[in-house]
């Protein structure tokens, strides 16, 4: 062949390349082009495993890229975190509430970590660590952009160690003469039962945060807080729930003569009233009964809220004082407690007012009063009285009440001349008591707070403060009204132990003597029916017979019959079933 010219090669080249174009179309496809559509793939340095260089931008896998390139160097892997063991908070700062493994402590934690801006975070969690270890562990996973936009992705752990550190106010409360301002609360009476109430609505409502210390006196408590707002937050709290009195007083402690800085401490002296519920209020001064609306000398405490509520049962009358009206007039009032002056009568005949007639009923939050014609007898010699009451809905005969019977209270001889003797009647009943003291634990509780105590209080003053602390669990347990207000949390150590009791319980084997003494311990005997298990609901102080009894009133007050388990054991099915069983012949053994 002879040689070719340039321009003749490329003619050829162009019909080569024509040929192969109408060669493709022939067969279907749709590239025009003569390139090959294969990627092209190249040999990873580390590895030697072909990957496509478009990947990555270099000649490193993604694998070996993701090996050797390290996207959490400059991460804080280890950080501290400090913690006060008095009121278990964690320095933020400020210092916060945080649970183990919360939301809150999470967020805590991730602030600690230094250089997460540098990266974007992907997830968090927690891992497990003992309690006492003092170490908190979290595993974070993280991504970045490196080499050419490749997105790699990696895992690591950081570990936390809890080191304690007392926070401010802990340190104040432990050294004297630091509080910036302190709030005294004190009631004249011969009770506690007031402060009791007010621990528990302070105690609901969380507004002791920021108290540094508590302290317990013979006749109130101390609050003190680090700032005058923080006082003052309390005061405006304890106004809305009691009538209140209030002196301020001021102490300088430190002054600056060039910046004209003073710096003082507070002192806030809260003077709560004399009376409480049930007690009986004798107005002195006639010129007062009249610019109460003509009320009575003599009126029963129903209620007290931030307003004193007083009722005259004869005339069922009610009259409302303020807190600046009573504090006014405290003076013209004297206060006859129920505590130490009650008197017991038993109930034989009550004769109710027309409901439909004026001031002979009414409610007053959930509280039912109607006018009665009630003839007691006083069960320390049974003498006779007839008297008009407020309780005509609640008592009926056979109840035992408690009241005030004016003929034998030793009165000043001021208010015997001037208003005992001219009364219509000398018994004003009170209060309903239900019969049967409780045999069962209680399944709910009471918090409590941090309260500093005294430790030379006597031994007779403790026993007398644990004896009205009891007395206040049980009004808790018979007033619907003020269980309302309150918060009540389960006991788990009791119900624990009930459920012990019950799967010690076996129902098929004979008892022994001593297991039927400590039963007929445990249970009340009733001997009207000894072959019956009859539950029988609880009536509430202060609401009608109609209402509805929660399951825990039923089982509080479960009595059985004392009978022989060895031919009734039916009988112990019949109170885990909580059934009442009529009277049935045994069947033939």
Not at 371 to 389: I, L, N
Request: a neutral charge; proline letters at 3%; glycine letters at 4%.
């Amino acid at each position: 062949m002879g040689k070719l010219r340039r321009g003749q090669e490329f003619k050829l080249d162009l019909m080569d390349v024509e040929l192969s174009t109408t060669s493709v179309q022939q067969t279907g496809r749709t590239h025009t082009s003569f390139h090959s559509n294969k990627q092209v793939t190249i040999i990873c340095c580390y590895c030697s495993i072909p990957f496509v260089p478009s990947i990555t931008g270099t000649n490193v896998c993604p694998k070996c890229l993701t090996s050797k390139v390290d996207i959490t160097i400059g991460i804080t892997k280890q950080a501290i975190l400090n913690y006060c063991r008095q009121c278990k908070r964690y320095l933020r700062p400020p210092w916060i509430d945080c649970a183990l493994e919360s939301r809150e402590l999470l967020a805590l934690c991730l602030r600690k970590i230094r250089g997460l801006n540098r990266v974007k975070l992907l997830d968090a969690n927690f891992l497990y660590t003992e309690p006492h270890s003092k170490r908190i562990k979290m595993r974070l996973k993280v991504s970045k952009d490196v080499m050419a936009n490749t997105n790699i992705e990696q895992t690591f752990d950081v570990e936390f160690i809890v080191h304690s550190q007392q926070c401010e106010d802990c340190k104040k409360e432990f050294t004297p003469h630091t509080w910036g301002a302190c709030v005294q609360v004190r009631q004249k009476t011969l009770h506690k039962k007031t402060f009791f109430f007010l621990e528990q609505i302070i105690l609901k409502h969380n507004a002791h945060e920021k108290a540094i210390n508590i302290k317990e006196e013979p006749d109130g408590l101390d609050f003190f807080f680090k700032t005058r707002s923080h006082a003052n937050r309390l005061i405006d709290f304890l106004q809305g729930f009691i009538p209140v009195k209030m002196k301020m007083s001021k102490q300088l402690v430190s002054h600056d003569t060039h910046t004209n800085v003073y710096a003082y401490k507070y002192v806030y002296f809260l003077e709560l009233p004399k009376i409480c519920k049930d007690d009986l209020v004798v107005i002195t001064d006639p010129r007062l009964s009249k610019d109460l609306g003509g009320a009575s000398n003599i009126l029963l405490c129903y209620k007290l809220s931030n307003v004193v509520h007083l009722l005259d049962p004869i005339r069922m009358q009610r009259v409302e004082m303020n807190a600046e009206t009573y504090f006014l007039q405290e003076e013209k009032l004297t206060f006859v407690p129920l505590r130490n002056n009650a008197t017991e009568f038993m109930v034989q005949k009550t004769e109710k007012y027309d409901a439909s007639k004026a001031n002979t009923s009414f409610s007053f939050y959930g509280l039912k009063f109607q006018a009665a014609d009630v003839e007691v007898s006083r069960t320390s010699d049974w003498q006779p009285f007839f008297v008009k009451t407020h309780l005509g809905d609640i008592i009926k005969s056979g109840d035992t009440v408690l009241g005030f019977d004016l003929s034998t209270l030793s009165l000043p001889e001021e208010l015997d001349e001037r208003f005992v003797t001219r009364l219509a009647q000398d018994v004003f009943l009170v209060r309903k008591v239900y019969q049967g003291r409780r045999t069962k634990k209680r399944v709910w509780k009471l918090r409590r707070m941090n309260i500093e105590e005294d430790e030379n209080v006597k031994k007779k003053v403790a026993n007398a403060k644990e004896r009205e602390y009891e007395e206040f669990l049980e009004d808790v347990e018979k007033d619907p009204e003020l269980r309302q207000q309150l918060n009540l949390y389960r006991d788990e150590d009791v119900l624990r132990e009930l459920e012990q009791e019950m799967e010690g319980l076996d129902v098929n084997r004979e008892k022994t003597e001593e297991e039927k003494k400590e039963l007929r311990r445990k249970v009340k005997v009733i001997g009207a029916n000894p072959k019956a298990v009859e539950v029988k609901p609880v009536e509430t102080a202060g609401h009608a017979k109609e209402e509805e009894v929660r399951l825990e009133d039923l089982l509080c007050d479960l009595k059985i019959a004392d009978v022989d388990l060895k031919e009734n054991d039916d009988l112990v099915d019949a109170f885990m079933k909580n059934l009442t069983i009529s009277e049935e012949k045994a069947p033939p053994k």
